[in-house]
């Protein structure tokens, strides 16, 4: 069982928006504002897509938005397109000895 | 461009030892913390070990403390993941990752399959 608590699926149409969730406790996601966003497709390797809760590294798309209230964070991905298809993961770094735990992982699926 | 590039997983059994390398190019690997993350099969990803720049006081998951060791030649652009008494748990894809500048990882490599079994 991972640290922190996402859906296993999450699905939409092309253009739709949708939102993963990612829940931790006030050791992690509720103390930190180091949550990051992971998109892995099959066989590659993980990208970060958002850091500290909301930035964008240079080349990610706008259509992706991270926020965070209390110990849920949450990356929206709109306008979703095929190539959105993919594996998300959300990370925090923590106070405990673990240092970082990650969500076990969204299987974003586009309709 | 920045490259990271795992090797030496492979089958081992019970009780085994492994030594997992990953070359880094595209950036100056002297300069940067490095980390170490596993995916189990059907599991989400897992920090394993932290290596600061100079090599210096590393950091481990308290499922691998005293059993792996993390370590890093920066002359030879190079970080070094050494896996002592592995157990089936340890079965996954290990990743190497470049730090972020705030507690992320910015960077990986595609991984390097590890299996314990008999």
């Known amino acids: 069982q991972s640290a922190l608590t996402q859906p296993a699926s999450v699905s939409g149409s092309p253009g739709q928006s949708i939102t993963i969730s990612c829940t931790g406790t006030s050791s992690d996601v509720g103390a930190y504002n180091y949550v990051s966003w992971y998109q892995q497709h099959p066989g590659k390797a993980p990208k970060l897509m958002i850091y500290d809760v909301s930035k964008r590294p240079s080349g990610v798309s706008n259509r992706f938005s991270g926020s965070k209230s209390g110990n849920t964070a949450s990356l929206t991905i709109s306008g979703l397109q095929a190539e959105d298809e993919a594996d998300y993961s959300c990370?925090?770094?923590?106070?405990?000895?673990?240092?970082?735990?990650f969500g076990g992982g969204t299987k974003v699926t586009v309709l | 461009d920045v490259q990271l590039v795992e090797s030496g997983g492979g089958l081992v059994q019970p009780g085994g030892s492994l030594r997992l390398s990953c070359a880094a190019s595209?950036?100056?690997?002297?300069?940067?913390?490095m980390h170490w993350v596993r995916r189990a099969p059907g599991k989400g990803l897992v920090w394993v070990s932290r290596l600061i720049s100079d090599g210096t006081s590393p950091n481990y998951a308290p499922s691998v403390k005293g059993r792996f060791t993390i370590s890093r030649d920066n002359a030879k652009n190079t970080l070094y993941l050494q896996m002592n008494s592995l157990r089936a748990e340890d079965t996954a894809i290990y990743y190497c990752a470049r730090d972020g500048d705030n507690y992320n990882f910015d960077y990986w490599g595609h991984g390097t399959l590890v299996t314990v079994s008999s």
């Open positions: 595209g950036f100056t690997f002297s300069l940067y913390w």
């Open positions: 990370s925090s770094y923590t106070s405990s000895s673990t240092l970082w735990v």
